[in-house]
């Protein structure tokens, strides 16, 4: 039975054109061809990643971190409310609109403090004036929100830097790097060479330790997007692998490197504060993110998977397999785009800086802070009899 669905799962007629088959897989005349078991060897791989990154961000990333003066901002810790912690501990830990406005009433704070309320369901507490703990229950007074996200992307950064220039380096010498054509020259009989082994492998491995770690990693508005985007990359990876589709992959592969390491340190310098490095490195991310992304993968790359190769070869299902994963990766491509527009649109006028539009509203404590500061305003509550001052100071250039 298993053998039966085996045999039609990897027919020749699914995955190769009328003519070619698995067999022309087959090493042979010294020469090496990709095969199934060779992306097990990307399961180390994305362990190694695992521990790198932890050595890398106690090693590298917190001591640049520190330099460019990323630090984590402390939670301001108010006295105890009797009336919130008995509610919170008698009642509910999430409090309906109607009870909120009765527990202001009664305690004399706004809603917003109320909905603020004492944190933590193990008995620490935060007070009104802390985070939004009815929502948010049990965050510790210093949340390492910027730090975090300053190590995750300067580990990205290094990698991206790290593969868009060893792959360059493996393609700049290869013809169909000019010719785009040429990725179908004797298709699928052409050999397996080193480097695009070793590419592919620190690729595939790459994108997995991504997947493991996304959970732990800050969430943000594209999350979702996120995990799909990396989801069809480890499946276009893998079947481009297996059906040696290795030129066309590495082709792709090079296109999102070349922009990807620009991001990432625009983002650090976005959380140093560091406004006229920021803004000058996103400028160019985004004109080579929309040169690569929007011009390079759709017209030129994904032109030569879908289009010329119907002057070749019948349509085939691994043929739409693969360009179906292409235009999902596409689809990202231009949600993406649109939120960069809005960044760009953000940063023309004279913003002091670039907001990167994918960042949830949660992975800092400053909105929350300004909404409080705000609603304190309207509600007439000071502290000593002022207003409460923003002291996020940004450095400049």
Known sequence: MLSHLSQAVWADWIWFPEGHGWADLTNRDGKVYPKLPDL??????????????????????????????????????????????????????????????????????????????PAGSAGTRA????????????????????????????WRFTFYLLAFVAGLAALVDKP???????????????????????????????YLSLVVSVASDVKRKDFKEQVIHHVATIALISFSWLVNYIRAGTLIMLVHDASDYLMESAKMFNYAGWRKTC???????????????????????????????????????????????????????IFWAALILRMVVKFLPGNDIVQDERSDNEETESDDEGEDARE????????????PLNNNHRKRD
């Open 376 to 387: 304190k305003s309207q509600n007439g509550h000071m502290q000593n009899g002022h207003t």
């Open 279 to 333: 803004n000058f490195i996103f400028t160019m991310f985004a004109v080579v993110f929309i040169i690569t992304r929007l011009v390079i993968l759709p017209f030129w790359i994904i032109h030569t998977t879908l289009v010329y190769p119907l002057s070749l070869y019948k349509p085939f299902i691994g043929f739409y397999f693969f360009n179906g994963l292409m235009c999902v990766l596409q689809v990202l491509q």
């Open 40 to 117: 097990w060897v990307s399961i180390p791989i994305t362990i190694c990643f695992l521990f790198v990154r932890q050595i890398f961000e106690r090693t590298v990333a917190s001591p640049l971190a520190s330099l460019l003066g990323v630090h984590d901002k402390k939670r301001v810790c108010a006295p105890p409310n009797p009336v919130l912690e008995a509610f919170f501990c008698r009642t509910s830990k999430h409090p309906t609109q109607t009870s909120i406005e009765s527990l202001s009433k009664k305690t004399g704070c706004s809603v917003r403090q109320v909905q603020s309320g």
């Open 127 to 154: 007070g009104p004036a802390s985070s939004r703990s009815f929502r948010k229950q049990g965050l510790p007074e210093t949340a390492p929100v910027l730090s975090s996200l300053c190590f995750s992307y300067s």
């Open 176 to 206: 169909w790097f000019y010719d785009l054509k040429l990725m179908w020259e004797d298709f699928p009989k052409m050999p397996l060479l080193p480097s695009q082994y070793w590419y592919y492998m620190i690729e595939l491995g790459f």
